[in-house]
């Protein structure tokens, strides 16, 4: 297939294998952006950006990009910490009073950035217009009792981590964490990039298809399903219900941990922002902060009994796991999100990367993992 954009010279193999996913594994519309040393390098995308009115993805068309938001919050809070208005291992409660019972008095921060607080669901079920609104689930979480003694396992905190991490920026900054993402970063660097994405956005944005045989949940009494769906709130996977991933309620509201909006090249522009800086601008986090976030928190099989896949995780970010997420190496930190959607960088190697796709593929999805190949022969040699 033919795209749009460009990639620099020494960068044409990202280009290569952009069009062979169109070619050869169904992609619909995509783009994928790339950063070294500060600049960009690499901006590609093509395809369809809605399937029903044959609409074209555009050099700015921004998606649903599910729990690369994860790494949104992180930086937000990392920001936050660099400037010493969160301690990342002080209890929570220090900032957030009502925080402190039923077991929960010495969750730290860190706990919750590497799954750790034992609070991957909450027992009350608010409703999904409910959970739209924000306080009240931060009031469920407030009362919720840890399903294990805090920092002694993991489980992947798959919406809960938002709102919790959420709640700590919204005491110290008086920001949701999405309005103190713009107003903190993403403004100041023109980010395409949102959680909780403005009204007028909502016509523009690419809309989310699922591939054929994309696996479902299990039962509806499985920890695993309570995770992906906030108890039955959410329809996962499912894109068309009024509580699926194309709803303008969902895509409008602030979904912290899972409902990020952005493209491609403003995900990347994050990562460059944190890795090198951007447009002459010093790098968002120091090359210190970073080392913090890199030290391995999380590995290995989880509480509910998922067997260990490989997945690694520093302090809110996913690190290099080579048999499932590769990236560069050790000095890479990231987030990947459900159906496809990459996005990382590395101040080794100086890199922003961002892959966004629309056509939601399931476990295996060999899209990401041959752009990631890609930018590693191109980067490392």
């Known amino acids: 297939m033919k795209h749009n954009g460009w990639a620099d010279e020494g960068f044409g193999p990202v280009a290569d294998e952009f069009s062979r996913n169109f070619d050869e594994f169904g992609e619909l519309g995509a783009a994928v952006s790339l950063f070294v040393g500060g600049r960009k390098v690499v901006d590609l995308w093509g395809g369809i950006a809605d399937e029903r009115d044959g609409r074209a993805w555009e050099a700015d068309t921004a998606a649903p990009v599910f729990s690369t938001a994860k790494g949104i919050v992180t930086v937000c809070a990392l920001l936050l910490a660099q400037e010493g208005r969160l301690d990342l291992d002080a209890p929570m409660a220090s900032y957030w009073p009502e925080f402190a019972q039923r077991g929960k008095e010495g969750i730290t921060l860190r706990m919750v950035l590497a799954h750790r607080a034992g609070l991957p669901v909450i027992d009350l079920t608010p409703t999904f217009a409910e959970i739209m609104q924000w306080d009240p689930v931060v009031r469920a979480l407030e009362v919720q009792e840890p399903y294990w003694e805090p920092g002694t396992a993991h489980e992947y905190h ?19 964490p999405g309005a103190y993402f713009r107003k903190a970063i993403a403004d100041d660097l023109g980010l395409r990039t949102w959680i909780g994405v403005p009204q007028e956005e909502v016509p523009r944005l690419a ?3 699922e591939a054929e045989g994309r696996p479902g949940l299990p039962g509806t009494d499985s920890i695993f399903y309570r995770i992906l769906t906030m108890n039955g709130e959410f329809v996962f996977p499912g894109i068309d219900d009024p509580r699926g ?6 895509l409008t509201a602030e979904v912290p941990a899972t409902g990020a909006v952005s493209s491609a090249s403003g995900l990347a522009a994050l990562y460059a922002a944190v890795a090198t800086g951007v447009d002459g601008r010093p790098r968002l986090l120091s090359r210190e902060t970073v080392t913090d976030a890199l030290q391995e928190q999380t590995a290995g099989a989880s509480w509910g009994g998922l067997p260990d896949m490989g997945a690694r995780w520093g302090t809110g970010f996913k690190l290099d796991a080579p048999g499932l997420l590769p990236m560069l190496g050790a000095r890479s930190f990231g987030h990947d999100g459900s159906g496809g959607p990459v996005a990382f960088g590395d101040d080794e ?5 961002a892959y ?17 190949a890609a930018v590693r022969g191109c980067v490392k040699g």
């Open 356 to 372: 966004v796709p629309n056509r939601m593929i399931g476990y295996g999805d060999p899209r990401a993992e041959r752009l990631l």
């Open 349 to 353: 190697f100086g890199v922003g990367f």
């Open 158 to 176: 798959g919406h809960t981590l938002g709102w919790l991490v959420g709640e700590a920026i919204r005491r110290v900054t008086g920001h949701t």
């Open 245 to 250: 991933w194309n709803s303008p309620a969902m």
């Open 207 to 209: 809309r989310l298809t």
